[in-house]
Every structure is written in structure tokens, then in C-alpha cells.
């Protein structure tokens, strides 16, 4: 999906990069891309640092410690994408308003926003497993949870994004992308 969306050249910023295993396997696949992987949690640096040695891979930056609630971001320069996997159902509801705030101060213009994972539709889940999903999260940490496309759609184009992908795939999950105006 990636290789449809992202621009052939230029920096790549993921945000919370966790275990470091999707920011390797887009570098070794996208090796004409440079990448920078974050994530708020400290601990996660050393295994992310570890896993891009292990991978010997040049086109990864060191990881940064990123909580998308700072402003401004520990981040220098203009990207061409950023890219975000499972985090904001694993997140505070604040964490949504606060990637795509960020995402429009760092990207420049037709940067793209890559948002993957699990979303309700109109108000509602789309299959019994995410509504499983869902009160799972939530029992875990009442801040965390499912969150509904629609709302993600208006903080996206109010901060300056319109969606230009919307791509439905496994494990009732949705790839979507914004663009910036």
C-alpha cells in the first residue's frame, strides 16, 4: 500500500515507531527513502536502534523520542510523509488532534499523512471483532479506543488535509491517506 502512496525520494517521519519492525521493513523496501522512527516511550529507542543495526540498513536515522503532545516536535526540516501505524486507537482521544497538528507542521505541501488500524464508520464498528477491539482497549485504559472515521476526516481537513485514500485491509483495518493542501 505503502509503495502506492509515498513519493519515490525524500524523508519519511513514522510516528510511534514501537518494536522498530515496520520502519525496518519500509526501509529495506523503500530503500530510496530516508526515514526517521519515533515513539514517546524511551525504552522502546534502544529496540528500535538494535533492530535497524541488526537490519544493517543506512537509509534509517536514529529514533527520536516523539510524544505527538509536545510542540514542537524534537523533529528539524520538512518531510514528505509521515507515517503512523496502530497508535491513535492505543492513545488518548487528545493523541488524534495532536498527530494531525503535527503532521501539518512538518509536512510540506503535498506531504502525506498515512493513518493505519481499526476505525468505525458512521458512528459505528464494522464488524463484531473491532467492537471485541474496542472494549478491550477501553477496560485497558478508558481513554483508549476505536475511533470514528469521520471525526479523524474533520480534524484532518480542518488542519489543512484531504483524504485521498481510503483502502480497506486485513483484519478489518483501514489504510487512509490525507494529503496537505
Do not use: K
Not at 20 to 33: K, M, S, Y
Not at 47 to 62: F, H, M
Not at 77 to 82: D, I, K, Q, S, W
Not at 98 to 106: E, T
Amino acid at each position: 500500500m505503502l509503495r502506492t502512496l509515498l513519493p519515490a525520494s525524500g524523508r519519511v517521519l513514522e510516528i510511534a515507531s514501537g518494536t522498530g519492525q515496520h520502519v525496518v521493513h519500509f526501509a529495506a523496501a523503500l530503500p530510496a527513502l530516508e526515514w526517521q522512527p519515533t515513539d514517546a516511550d524511551p525504552g522502546m529507542l534502544e529496540v528500535i536502534r538494535a533492530r535497524i543495526a541488526a537490519a544493517g540498513l543506512t537509509n534509517v536515522l536514529p529514533p527520536l523520542l516523539l510524544d505527538v503532545h509536545a510542540d514542537p516536535w524534537p523533529v528539524a526540516g520538512t518531510y514528505v510523509a509521515l507515517v503512523c501505524i496502530n497508535m491513535i486507537h492505543i492513545a488518548p482521544e487528545s493523541a488524534t488532534p495532536a498527530l494531525i497538528a503535527g503532521a501539518a507542521r512538518v509536512l510540506g505541501d503535498g506531504g502525506l499523512l498515512y493513518l493505519y488500524g481499526p476505525y468505525r464508520e458512521g458512528g459505528r464498528h464494522t464488524t463484531p471483532s473491532n467492537e471485541a477491539f474496542d472494549a478491550s482497549l477501553r477496560a485497558r485504559n478508558p481513554a483508549w479506543g476505536v475511533r470514528n472515521l469521520e471525526d479523524v476526516d474533520a480534524l484532518a481537513g480542518a488542519t489543512g488535509f484531504v483524504r485521498t485514500a481510503l483502502v480497506r485491509m486485513p483484519a478489518n483495518n483501514l489504510s487512509l491517506g490525507y494529503t496537505r493542501r
